[in-house]
């Protein structure tokens, strides 16, 4: 018996498929290997009724292969639908659903930088500058967090800004320990903002 994948050589091995091959696998066969290979690919697949043929996408002229042209052009950057600007320096935003069209944009975007460390340091830095370094319910100064007042890490104005120690800053984030501190931290809130004069 011969290989039923056209090799010409006996078919030693039955797959799980119920075909007989020269191999264990189908994809060791040699005729399976020359049709997978580079050059047969095409005239395989076209023997087979595969069409690859591209066309132009009418937004941003790339070559799409016909079975995805569909999806691209539906999500290309450049349709009208999808076209965006960067805020920072007016330029197409190529990624989908981006604010900014590249990482030194959003840097400039959002007045941060955009790794843990750096980001932590940019409302750390504004916070210290107009409050003590200490934790405002209990006075501790050694391990000092910023919290965000009203819960928007986007508002870096001092007065939102608040220095906590860690413990207490983990209980305005449990609801059930909420209420334990959120009086006094309102009242400092309160007494910071009478005595703030505004700006950074």
């Not at 539906?74 to 320096?89: D, G, I, M, Q, T």
Request: glycine content about 6%; proline content about 4%; charged content about 25%.
């Amino acid at each position: 018996m011969l290989c039923v994948y056209g090799c010409n050589q006996e078919a030693k091995f039955q797959l799980k498929n119920g075909k007989w091959c020269c191999s264990e696998k189908h994809q060791s066969c040699p005729e399976i290997r020359k049709k997978n290979s580079s050059g047969a690919s095409r005239s395989y697949l076209e023997g087979r009724g595969i069409n690859r043929t591209y066309k132009v996408c009418e937004y941003c002229n790339s070559n799409i292969s016909l079975p995805n042209y569909k999806r691209h052009t539906k999500k290309c950057y450049v349709n009208p639908k999808n076209l965006k600007y960067c805020p920072v320096c007016n330029k197409i935003i190529k990624q989908v659903g981006n604010v900014t069209c590249s990482q030194g944009c959003a840097r400039k975007y959002f007045n941060c930088y955009s790794w843990g460390v750096d980001k932590l340091r940019a409302y750390s830095t504004i916070c210290f500058r107009f409050h003590k370094k200490k934790c405002v319910v209990c006075g501790e100064d050694k391990a000092v967090v910023v919290h965000h007042f009203d819960y928007n890490h986007k508002n870096n104005d001092p007065k939102n800004l608040i220095p906590l120690c860690p413990t207490h800053h983990s209980y305005l984030h449990n609801k059930d320990l909420k209420d334990l501190i959120s009086d006094k931290i309102e009242e400092y809130v309160a007494v910071f903002t009478k005595s703030y004069c505004g700006g950074i």
